[in-house]
């Protein structure tokens, strides 16, 4: 036989002891915490020697707590079948005939803390202390802290670095449980969190666990969850707390733009637009945009946007878009550039005697229109009118209708305000007659058009006239200085025909009218032949005169004749004849 063989023998006679054979034991828990002020519970399970199982009855059978040591007079605190006024207060809660030993202690006090021995006993000979075995109660003035564990997506997640981080939109439960101690009633747990937010949890009173369901959201981002164990006590109740912080990772969120000094600044002045966003993490970058025509124009990055000096172009909506790793979100602002009024637009006309002006402003407010008639501020009467229009936002138009008597002795004037400045337009009215009603500018410019084409018609025509007339006679109008040895009078002075007359032509008829001749004579010799006074002509320029002669050379000369007699004296009279065979030396003195 080996050693090997003897081993395995042994070891079966030990196995069969045990099962054959009892022993005294007991099972007992090591340590206890109770609460002062409650109760405490003792769990306790023990085993006899087989053969004393008949003395093991339920009106026999007696169990015995002794503290800190065994001695039966000394050291025992609990009899349950002899309470005696020094011993606690209590009662064994399990059935001894079956070997359970629990046992409950009432009214906890900071005495009952020390080790504790049981001791059984029964009819016969069944007397046994378990003195090898023993159990410590702890007295305690504040109950334990309940356990709190965080699970995401039903996986428990271990608090390594103390931060608990989670997704936003992960589906998040925490649990908390906590050891039960003796109380009556139970002790129960709850949750909160701060700041407040409604909870939502279920419970198992019998194994004190409590479980927190919920979606994880920003708003969760570091809230503290706390689990409150509640012992309701007859003095007063004590509680204890666990807490766990939540953090939640989240894209930007209640992005925001505000403007300093404001979003309404004035003309020329400087602003500046800031930026910020909520995130976990932070955010990364921010963008500026602008609104132009329809369109996002960028401008920069950086949660400011400066403009140093503003102007009518700077006016518009701005968006801010901030980014991190799990999103972006926009917000946008309406930069409004305030300005003084300006009276963009006047003018007025007159009809009859009624005057209308038109007063166009605009500005940032929009502004204000007035009417001032001789510095003072008119408003609607039986002698005008006043009229608004509002043009656009900025915007406004306005007209004033007066009557004629209100103006010859007054001063009109538009004036247009906002809390930035005023403008003024003063109107200088002139009264006409009144047109007709038929006229306007497209009739006079019909009449002139029609005008000028009848001109230009009668023009063509007399040239037109002049040639074909030409054509026909010949260019040989006009007077010309015959020679000189014939056409010297008895004065010296120059005898002028018409050369058209020096030629042969025929008669005038019915048909071919004798034509109109034209030249002109420049007289040279205003020279007076003496210094002696003559009468009222000495005064005057010596004249010439010329007459026309036709083909009847006779009846020409007769005419001539007729006259000469009563020219005055020392007057020439030129003529011109009709023909060069009519004789020319005629001279009237």
């Not at 906590?178 to 909160?192: F, M, Q, R, Y």
């Not at 009173?205 to 809230?223: C, K, M, P």
């Not at 006043?386 to 007209?399: K, M, Q, V």
Request: proline share 5%.
């Amino acid at each position: 036989m080996n050693i090997w063989t003897a081993e395995k023998i042994i070891l079966l006679g030990f196995l069969w002891k045990g099962v054959c054979c009892r022993d005294f034991s007991i099972s007992l828990p090591e340590n206890i915490e109770a609460l002062s002020g409650s109760c405490v519970i003792i769990k306790c399970r023990f085993e006899i020697e087989d053969k004393y199982d008949g003395d093991l009855t339920e009106s026999a059978a007696t169990g015995m707590w002794f503290k800190d040591g065994t001695h039966p007079f000394i050291n025992q605190v609990f009899n349950s079948s002899n309470t005696k006024p020094n011993h606690f207060s209590g009662k064994i809660a399990g059935k001894l005939h079956k070997k359970d030993c629990t046992t409950i202690f009432y009214n906890i006090t900071s005495n009952h803390s020390g080790k504790y021995y049981f001791r059984i006993e029964g009819n016969g000979g069944l007397k046994w202390n378990y003195d090898r075995e023993s159990t410590s109660i702890n007295v305690i003035d504040s109950p334990p802290k309940p356990i709190v564990q965080l699970y995401v997506e039903q996986k428990e997640v271990q608090d390594q670095e103390e931060v608990l981080e989670v997704l936003e939109g992960s589906s998040v439960s925490l649990r908390c449980s906590a050891e039960t101690l003796c109380s009556s009633p139970p002790p129960t747990l709850t949750w909160s969190s701060t700041p407040r937010i409604p909870l939502s949890e279920s419970s198992r009173l019998q194994e004190l666990i409590s479980d927190l369901n919920f979606t994880a959201t920003h708003r969760q981002h570091r809230v503290t969850f706390t689990c409150t164990i509640t012992y309701q006590l007859q003095d007063k109740n004590k509680t204890a707390q666990n807490n766990i912080t939540l953090h939640v990772q989240y894209s930007p969120k209640n992005t925001s733009v505000s403007v300093i000094p404001s979003s309404s600044v004035l003309e020329g002045s400087s602003v500046t637009l800031i930026c910020s966003s909520d995130a976990n993490p932070a955010v990364l970058n921010y963008t500026w945009s602008r609104e132009s025509e329809g369109q996002l124009e960028q401008l920069q990055t950086g949660h400011t946007l400066t403009f140093n000096r503003t102007d009518l172009k700077h006016r518009g909506w701005y968006h801010c878009t901030a980014q991190n790793q799990h999103g972006s979100q926009n917000s946008s602002v309406m930069l409004d550039i305030q300005y003084p009024p300006q009276i963009s637009a006047s003018s007025s006309y007159i009809s009859g005697d009624v005057m209308v002006c038109f007063c166009e402003a605009d500005g940032n407010p929009s502004p204000k229109l007035e009417w001032h008639l001789s510095g003072r501020p008119v408003t609607n009467s039986s002698n005008m009118f006043i009229s608004e229009e509002r043009l656009s936002s900025t915007g406004l138009r306005s007209s004033i209708t007066l009557h004629q008597s209100l103006t010859h002795t007054s001063t009109l004037q538009c004036v247009s305000k906002n809390t930035h400045g005023t403008a003024s337009q003063l109107f200088h009215p002139v009264f006409i007659t009144e047109k007709a009603p038929w006229f306007n500018t497209y009739s006079l410019l019909v009449g002139v058009a029609a005008g000028t084409l009848f001109m230009a018609i009668l023009w063509v025509t007399t040239l037109l006239y002049r040639y074909i007339f030409r054509t026909q006679t010949g260019d040989k109008a006009g007077l010309i200085q015959n020679d000189a040895a014939d056409l010297v009078d008895s004065g010296g002075e120059p005898f002028y025909s018409n050369k058209v007359m020096m030629s042969s032509a025929e008669d005038p008829t019915p048909n071919h009218p004798e034509p109109l001749h034209y030249s002109t004579i420049n007289f040279t010799n205003t020279k007076p032949e003496s210094n002696d006074i003559r009468g009222i002509s000495a005064l005057t320029t010596d004249y010439a005169v010329v007459r026309y002669c036709g083909q009847n050379a006779v009846d020409s000369e007769a005419k001539i004749a007729k006259n000469y007699s009563s020219m005055p004296d020392g007057e020439a009279i030129y003529q011109v004849p009709h023909k060069a065979a009519a004789k020319q030396e005629q001279i009237w003195t």
